[in-house]
C-alpha cells in the first residue's frame, strides 16, 4: 500500500503525459473512513492484478485537500499506518471531465452509487460500483454491479480482495480495511444495529490472514475517540465534519452528524446565530443535527436537533420525524433555548442518518407535491468555486472558506484541453434559478415573492442583531 500511493501520482502523471488510459476509484462526497480506505484499497489491488502495465489506478478522495483534518479518524488510522496525506490525491487536485473529454477516465464508484448532478457528464465513465445501499439508479452492462447491505462498504471490498490471489493483500491494507469494519459495525456489536453476518465474517478472515492485528475493541476505542475528538473544532467546522444535503423542487434540507451531547452543542456561544449563518452560506432551507455519544459501557445515545428559520417548514419537517414508521425515531421533545431549534431526545437508537435520510427525502417528494406555503424559489449564492447547479445532495464543502480552485496548472489532467476547450459539464437547468429551463427565461416575479424575500431578509437581520451575537 505505502509502495503503490508513494507512486500513484507519478503514474498519474505519466499516463496523462502519453495519453493512456487512468481508471479513477472515486469515493463519495463525505469522504468518511468508509469511503476513504474502500478508495485506497480498492485502487491498490486494480494496479497489483491488472494485466494492463501502462495504465494508471489512482484513489480519489472526493473532497478539498483543505477539508481533509476535519476527517480527524482517517487522519488517526493513516498516521497509525505510517501513511503521509502527502501521497493522496484529492478532487481539487485532479481534472475528472477533462481526462473524460481525452477519452481516458475509467471510474469505478465506492461507498455510494448515484453521481451528483454536477457529475452528471461522467456518468458514462462508470465501469464499476461497489455500495452498501439500497440501489436507487439502475446502471446496465457492461457497468458491474456489487450492492449488499451489510455495516460497511470495505466489508465488500476485503470480499472482492480475498477473491483474488492471495499474496496481493499486504498487512497494512489489511489493518486499514479491519480497522472501518470494526469502527462501522460499533464493534461488532449486534446491539448497535449495524454489523451483520458478512462483516463478522469478512473482519475475522482479515484477522485469521494477520493475527497481529490489533483486538477490536482496542482499534474501536481509538478510532471511535479520534472520530469524535471535536477539540478545537468550531461550530462550521463541527457541522462540515459530517454533513449531506437533499433538495427537492424548492427546498434544500442539510443532514449533520455532530459527536458530542446535543446540550453542549446548544450551549456553544452563539449557536443560533452560528446556524443561521451556515445555512444562509450555503442556500439550506433547513439543518437536521444528529448528535450521537457514547456512554461508559459503549452504549450509543442519539439526539435529534431541526434548525430553520422558516416556521412552516420546521413545523412540518419536525412532524413528517416524529410520524415516521419506517423506521420510527423515538422522538422525544427536549427543552431548546432558541425558537429556531426544536430539539429532541432520538429512542431508537439504530436509526442513523443513513436511515432518516429516506424520511427526509419522501417529505421532500410530498412537500414540492402539496398545496402548503412553500417557500419562494431562489437564486443561492454559491461558492466560487462551485460547478453550476452544486445543490443536490452532495455536501457542499467549498462554500464556508471562500476557497477558490487551485489555477489550472495544479490540477492534474488540465493540461489535457487547449484553451478552447472547456472541461466543465453542460450547465444543469438549475444553474440560475430551480427548475427553470434556460430556453425559457427568468421566472415571472411575483408580488408574494418579493414579500416573502424581503421577509427573510428582515427575519437573517434579526438573526444577526440578536442579544446572543453581542
Given at each position: 500500500?505505502?509502495?503503490?500511493?508513494?507512486?500513484?501520482?507519478?503514474?498519474?502523471?505519466?499516463?496523462?503525459?502519453?495519453?493512456?488510459?487512468?481508471?479513477?476509484?472515486?469515493?463519495?462526497?463525505?469522504?468518511?473512513?468508509?469511503?476513504?480506505?474502500?478508495?485506497?484499497?480498492?485502487?491498490?489491488?486494480?494496479?497489483?492484478?491488472?494485466?494492463?502495465?501502462?495504465?494508471?489506478?489512482?484513489?480519489?478522495?472526493?473532497?478539498?485537500?483543505?477539508?481533509?483534518?476535519?476527517?480527524?479518524?482517517?487522519?488517526?488510522?493513516?498516521?497509525?499506518?505510517?501513511?503521509?496525506?502527502?501521497?493522496?490525491?484529492?478532487?481539487?487536485?485532479?481534472?475528472?471531465?477533462?481526462?473524460?473529454?481525452?477519452?481516458?477516465?475509467?471510474?469505478?464508484?465506492?461507498?455510494?452509487?448515484?453521481?451528483?448532478?454536477?457529475?452528471?457528464?461522467?456518468?458514462?465513465?462508470?465501469?464499476?460500483?461497489?455500495?452498501?445501499?439500497?440501489?436507487?439508479?439502475?446502471?446496465?452492462?457492461?457497468?458491474?454491479?456489487?450492492?449488499?447491505?451489510?455495516?460497511?462498504?470495505?466489508?465488500?471490498v476485503t470480499e472482492k480482495i480475498f477473491q483474488g490471489p492471495v499474496e496481493v493483500l499486504d498487512r497494512t491494507t489489511a489493518a486499514l480495511l479491519h480497522g472501518t469494519i470494526v469502527l462501522d459495525c460499533v464493534n461488532m456489536a449486534p446491539a448497535a444495529g449495524k454489523v451483520t453476518p458478512k462483516d463478522a465474517r469478512l473482519a475475522s478472515l482479515l484477522e485469521s490472514k494477520f493475527p497481529d492485528l490489533p483486538p477490536r475493541g482496542d482499534i474501536f476505542e481509538a478510532l471511535q475517540n479520534a472520530k469524535f475528538d471535536v477539540s478545537g473544532l468550531t461550530t462550521e467546522q463541527m457541522l462540515r465534519k459530517d454533513l449531506k444535503a437533499i433538495s427537492?423542487?424548492?427546498?434544500?434540507?442539510?443532514?449533520?452528524?455532530?459527536?458530542?451531547?446535543?446540550?453542549?452543542?446548544?450551549?456553544?456561544?452563539?449557536?443560533?446565530?452560528?446556524?443561521?449563518?451556515?445555512?444562509?452560506?450555503?442556500?439550506?432551507?433547513?439543518?437536521?443535527?444528529?448528535?450521537?455519544?457514547?456512554?461508559?459501557?459503549?452504549?450509543?445515545?442519539?439526539?435529534?436537533?431541526?434548525?430553520?428559520?422558516?416556521?412552516?417548514?420546521?413545523?412540518?419537517?419536525?412532524?413528517?420525524?416524529?410520524?415516521?414508521?419506517?423506521?420510527?425515531?423515538?422522538?422525544?421533545?427536549?427543552?431548546?433555548?432558541?425558537?429556531?431549534?426544536?430539539?429532541?431526545?432520538?429512542?431508537?437508537?439504530?436509526?442513523?442518518?443513513?436511515?432518516?435520510?429516506?424520511?427526509?427525502?419522501?417529505?421532500?417528494?410530498?412537500?414540492?407535491?402539496?398545496?402548503?406555503?412553500?417557500?419562494?424559489?431562489?437564486?443561492?449564492?454559491?461558492?466560487?468555486?462551485?460547478?453550476?447547479?452544486?445543490?443536490?445532495?452532495?455536501?457542499?464543502?467549498?462554500?464556508?472558506?471562500?476557497?477558490?480552485?487551485?489555477?489550472?496548472?495544479?490540477?492534474?489532467?488540465?493540461?489535457?484541453?487547449?484553451?478552447?476547450?472547456?472541461?466543465?459539464?453542460?450547465?444543469?437547468?438549475?444553474?440560475?434559478?430551480?427548475?427553470?429551463?434556460?430556453?425559457?427565461?427568468?421566472?415571472?416575479?411575483?408580488?408574494?415573492?418579493?414579500?416573502?424575500?424581503?421577509?427573510?431578509?428582515?427575519?437573517?437581520?434579526?438573526?444577526?442583531?440578536?442579544?446572543?451575537?453581542?
Amino acid at each position: 500500500m505505502e509502495l503503490f500511493l508513494g507512486g500513484s501520482r507519478a503514474a498519474l502523471q505519466a499516463c496523462i503525459r502519453n495519453r493512456q488510459q487512468v481508471h479513477v476509484v472515486l469515493g463519495n462526497e463525505a469522504c468518511d473512513l468508509d469511503s476513504m480506505v474502500s478508495a485506497l484499497a480498492l485502487a491498490c489491488f486494480f494496479a497489483k492484478i491488472s494485466p494492463e502495465p501502462r495504465a494508471a489506478f489512482v484513489p480519489v478522495l472526493n473532497i478539498p485537500r483543505s477539508d481533509f483534518p476535519l476527517r480527524t479518524e482517517s487522519t488517526f488510522l493513516l498516521k497509525e499506518q505510517c501513511i503521509p496525506e502527502s501521497s493522496l490525491i484529492f478532487r481539487d487536485e485532479i481534472d475528472l471531465f477533462a481526462l473524460h473529454q481525452a477519452g481516458l477516465l475509467s471510474l469505478t464508484l465506492v461507498d455510494h452509487h448515484v453521481l451528483p448532478s454536477q457529475d452528471a457528464a461522467l456518468e458514462e465513465a462508470v465501469v464499476e460500483v461497489i455500495d452498501h445501499r439500497p440501489l436507487e439508479q439502475e446502471r446496465g452492462p457492461p457497468c458491474r454491479i456489487t450492492s449488499e447491505l451489510v455495516g460497511s462498504c470495505t466489508t465488500l471490498v476485503t470480499e472482492k480482495i480475498f477473491q483474488g490471489p492471495v499474496e496481493v493483500l499486504d498487512r497494512t491494507t489489511a489493518a486499514l480495511l479491519h480497522g472501518t469494519i470494526v469502527l462501522d459495525c460499533v464493534n461488532m456489536a449486534p446491539a448497535a444495529g449495524k454489523v451483520t453476518p458478512k462483516d463478522a465474517r469478512l473482519a475475522s478472515l482479515l484477522e485469521s490472514k494477520f493475527p497481529d492485528l490489533p483486538p477490536r475493541g482496542d482499534i474501536f476505542e481509538a478510532l471511535q475517540n479520534a472520530k469524535f475528538d471535536v477539540s478545537g473544532l468550531t461550530t462550521e467546522q463541527m457541522l462540515r465534519k459530517d454533513l449531506k444535503a437533499i433538495s427537492g423542487e424548492d427546498v434544500v434540507i442539510a443532514l449533520s452528524s455532530v459527536y458530542v451531547t446535543l446540550q453542549d452543542f446548544l450551549r456553544r456561544p452563539a449557536v443560533a446565530q452560528d446556524l443561521c449563518a451556515f445555512c444562509r452560506q450555503r442556500g439550506y432551507d433547513a439543518l437536521v443535527v444528529m448528535t450521537i455519544f457514547f456512554d461508559e459501557r459503549n452504549e450509543p445515545s442519539r439526539q435529534l436537533a431541526l434548525y430553520s428559520l422558516q416556521g412552516a417548514l420546521q413545523t412540518a419537517v419536525c412532524q413528517s420525524l416524529e410520524d415516521s414508521s419506517n423506521p420510527s425515531l423515538g422522538l422525544s421533545p427536549l427543552d431548546s433555548p432558541h425558537p429556531t431549534i426544536r430539539a429532541y431526545a432520538q429512542g431508537n437508537t439504530t436509526a442513523s442518518r443513513k436511515k432518516v435520510l429516506p424520511i427526509v427525502k419522501d417529505f421532500l417528494r410530498d412537500w414540492g407535491h402539496c398545496g402548503a406555503m412553500q417557500p419562494c424559489r431562489k437564486t443561492r449564492a454559491e461558492p466560487a468555486n462551485a460547478l453550476p447547479g452544486s445543490t443536490d445532495s452532495r455536501p457542499l464543502e467549498k462554500g464556508a472558506a471562500g476557497r477558490k480552485d487551485p489555477p489550472k496548472s495544479q490540477r492534474l489532467g488540465d493540461d489535457l484541453l487547449g484553451d478552447e476547450d472547456t472541461h466543465l459539464p453542460p450547465t444543469p437547468m438549475n444553474s440560475l434559478v430551480d427548475e427553470c429551463p434556460l430556453d425559457q427565461g427568468l421566472p415571472k416575479l411575483s408580488a408574494e415573492a418579493v414579500f416573502e424575500k424581503f421577509n427573510r431578509i428582515a427575519v437573517a437581520r434579526s438573526c444577526e442583531d440578536s442579544p446572543e451575537k453581542k
